[in-house]
């Protein structure tokens, strides 16, 4: 099974330790190394990038390192890959959205 690692209790992200197909199940790790999660992934997703923890609205902060790194620049689902083309910078306004959450 793949695994993927929260980082912090607070993050709605969590990283994938290796390439993960579309379909497969990804077991989450807690930084405490307990399973929290068992989500489907909905897109192929490579080693090293995110995967959304919940689900996540636009305009919705994106969490890592338990800090926002970013607002969802449209709805993600659990198990989406979270990455620039459905998330954006929160330091750096680059839409219409992102007054609503700073």
């Not at 999660?37 to 923890?53: E, N, S, T, W």
Request: proline letters at 2%; a positive charge; charged letters at 25%.
């Amino acid at each position: 099974m793949k695994k993927a690692i929260q980082i912090d209790e607070k993050d709605n992200v969590a990283t994938v330790t290796s390439d993960v197909s579309s379909g497969e199940i990804v077991e989450v790790v807690s930084h405490k190394g307990t399973v929290i999660l068992r989500p489907k992934a909905v897109d192929a997703i490579r080693f090293g990038h995110k995967m959304a923890l919940a689900d996540l609205e636009k305009g919705d902060r994106v969490i890592k390192y338990g800090e926002t790194i970013g607002l969802a620049s449209m709805s993600i689902g659990v198990g989406a890959w979270v990455h620039t083309h459905n998330a954006e910078s929160a330091a750096i306004p680059t839409s219409k959205f992102r007054g609503r959450h700073a």
